[in-house]
């Protein structure tokens, strides 16, 4: 689990990388999570302070996100084989 930009919390969960950000109920005040997106891969999310990429490794394949730092999209940028089989 990763807190991106201090808005976007991304989660591992057992299927999916699943992508919240915080909403602030109107009539309440109350904040909570909403999730926003999700991608369908099983894997490791890895993430430096900071940047503006999240890398999620899965047995086979290694993907590389940007994440819009106005959108909280993230955005697929490069994709490559896991040949050395790193968790």
């Known amino acids: 689990?990763?807190?991106?930009?201090?808005?976007?919390?991304?989660?591992?969960?057992?299927?999916?990388?699943l992508f919240f950000?915080?909403?602030?109920?109107?009539?309440t005040g109350e904040e909570f999570?909403?999730?926003?997106?999700?991608?369908n891969v099983?894997?490791?999310?890895?993430?430096?302070?900071?940047?503006?990429?999240?890398?999620v490794t899965t047995d086979q394949m290694i993907?590389?996100?940007l994440i819009d730092r106005d959108t909280l999209m993230p955005k697929l940028e490069n994709?490559?084989?896991n040949f050395m089989g790193c968790n």
């Open 63 to 65: 993907y590389f996100y």
């Open 33 to 39: 999570w909403e999730q926003y997106h999700d991608i």
């Open 21 to 27: 950000k915080q909403v602030k109920d109107i009539e």
């Open 79 to 81: 994709v490559m084989y």
């Open 42 to 55: 099983r894997g490791f999310i890895f993430y430096i302070k900071g940047n503006i990429r999240i890398q």
């Open 1 to 17: 689990m990763v807190l991106v930009f201090n808005e976007a919390l991304i989660v591992r969960s057992s299927t999916k990388i």
